[in-house]
Nanobody, 113 residues
Framework: QVQLVESGGGLVQPGGSLRLSCAAS????????MAWHRQAPGKERELVAV???????NYPDSVKGRFTISRDNVKSTVDLQMNSLKSGDTAVYYC???????WGKGTLVTVSS
């Protein structure tokens, strides 16, 4: 059974940083692309970062240069380092096995002073 468990969300001030982590089980992690998405209140879910099994990464312009996705194939985790956070980054952040229907339950990030 596939499980994705996100952690690391919380309240942070504008300009601050936060690191999210997603622990995966039930998949062949080293062979799986992984992604982070977010959904802000009243908005559709959007992709914020993806990393291939080989470590190639991609980001939308909205987070490029501020967010960094990384993976640890020994621990079966995928992290999202978020810097220079803005109020517009407030959302529930979800981990996904890329291209699949496997999603975590999400972790809330609130950027506010």
């Amino acid at each position: 059974q596939v499980q994705l468990v996100e952690s690391g969300g919380g309240l942070v001030q504008p300009g601050g940083s936060l690191r999210l982590s997603c622990a995966a089980s039930g998949i062949i992690f080293r062979s799986s692309g992984m992604a982070w998405h977010r959904q802000a209140p009243g908005k559709e879910r959007e992709l914020v970062a993806v990393i291939s099994s080989g470590g190639n990464t991609n980001y939308p312009d909205s987070v490029k240069g501020r967010f960094t996705i990384s993976r640890d194939n020994v621990k079966s985790t995928v992290d999202l380092q978020m810097n220079s956070l803005k109020s517009g980054d407030t959302a529930v952040y979800y981990c996904q096995v890329w291209g699949s229907d496997y999603w975590g339950k999400g972790t809330l990030v609130t950027v506010s002073s």
